[in-house]
């Protein structure tokens, strides 16, 4: 029992880390050498750095200490070991890139006129640490706690609060920074922000299908002996006709939309079909927990 409950919890302390250490390199390595900026508090971190060559690392640290504490109430317990664990492990990863960096193992991507790459690639690796961080519960501090926060109680994706946040971060560093550094910061934003949402949502991409049919029956019998899929078989009443009738619902990959078209048209040429993208699956037959 205690090794299950050791190997659930390195489960989720593992790819905190390594989310964290991930969102460390990309900004030591895309967005400080090429003068590029951050949102959050991460952002200021970055100013203080280009201001008055204060490390990162230290003021990382010394910024979230405070908003930890703030968060340790609204967060609850579990939440703040997580958000500590992040605070933490941010921290040393930055510290230990910018040693490397002192000491020559790591040469950072620096460029003069290429910026576009520079922000793309800032943009993917930041998203990529941060989705990782908050995808197993975690944070690194900052407009993170803020966002999660917004997520719990609004309903607002990660994503999009931290990419209003950083915005308006962004927009008060035009005092210190050129606008078109900021021009292209905006873009390895807008770019982590939805790295951030596809992660957190799940990299597995379906499509629900919703067959309305009189021939229902049948449709559902050739799914669910053909593509060997769930079926759910939904009573409903037409508006028009007024007659009862059996809507189909079934979750299927993108691989089998064709097929399942065929099946439908082959039983009912006049079936209408609405297919919706769904973004993340759980369950027999999909991604398993």
């Known amino acids: 029992m205690k090794n299950s409950k050791l190997i659930q919890q390195l ?23 090429n003068q590029l900026m951050e949102g959050g508090v991460t952002g200021i971190t970055v100013l203080l ?15 979230n200490i405070p908003l930890f504490l703030v968060g340790v109430k609204i967060l609850g317990g579990r939440q703040s070991i997580y958000t500590g ?6 921290t040393f990863f930055l510290w230990l890139i910018e040693k490397w960096i002192e000491l020559g193992w790591i040469v950072p991507f620096q460029t003069e006129h290429d910026y576009i790459l520079a922000s793309l690639y800032a943009g993917v690796t930041l998203g990529a640490g941060l989705g990782i961080v908050f995808r ?3 944070t690194t501090g900052g407009s993170d706690i803020i966002a999660r926060i917004f997520n719990r109680k609004f309903g607002y994706s990660m994503g999009q609060v931290i990419l209003g946040l950083d915005i308006i971060i962004i927009g008060a560093s035009l005092l210190y920074i050129p606008l078109e550094k900021i ?25 629900a299908c919703t067959i309305i049919s009189d021939k229902a029956m049948n449709i559902a019998d050739r799914l669910t002996n053909e593509l060997e ?15 009862a009738k059996h809507i189909v619902y079934c979750v299927v990959s993108r691989q089998e939309i064709r097929r399942l078209n065929e099946i439908v048209k082959s039983v009912d040429s006049r079936a209408f079909v609405i297919i919706n993208d769904v973004k993340d699956v759980h369950g027999e037959g999909f991604k398993e927990e």
Do not use: H
């Not at 750095?49 to 910024?63: D, R, V």
């Open 229 to 243: 899929r769930g079926v759910t078989l939904i009573p409903a009443i037409g508006a028009y006709s007024k007659q």
């Open 49 to 63: 750095n280009y201001a008055f060559q204060i490390p990162p690392s230290m003021s990382t640290l010394l910024l």
């Open 136 to 138: 197993f519960g975690g």
């Open 11 to 33: 489960q989720i302390i593992i790819p905190i880390i390594v989310g964290t250490a991930i969102y460390a390199f990309g900004l030591l390595y895309f967005i400080i050498p």
């Open 183 to 207: 021009l292209y910061t905006l873009v390895a934003v807008f770019i982590a922000s939805k790295v951030i949402d596809f992660i957190q949502e799940g990299a597995y991409s379906a499509r």
């Open 85 to 90: 664990l992040g605070i933490v492990s941010l």
